[in-house]
């Protein structure tokens, strides 16, 4: 049985992070597409990041 739950936290822990993790790029990728709409451009390394 506390296999079983250590199992379920790490699965809980995993599914955060990787949602914390899209919400953070999909910010950056709105933030940078509106810099551009505003004629300001990221340092094409920042871009490819």
């Not at 992070?17 to 950056?28: H, P, T, V, W």
């Not at 933030?31 to 871009?47: C, K, Q, T, W």
Request: charged fraction near 30%.
């Amino acid at each position: 049985m506390e296999r079983l739950e250590l199992d379920r936290r790490y699965q809980e822990i995993v599914n955060q992070l990787c949602i914390a993790s899209d919400e953070c790029i999909r910010y950056l990728v709105s933030y940078s597409n509106d810099l551009a709409e505003h004629g300001v451009r990221l340092p094409h390394i920042m871009f490819k990041v």
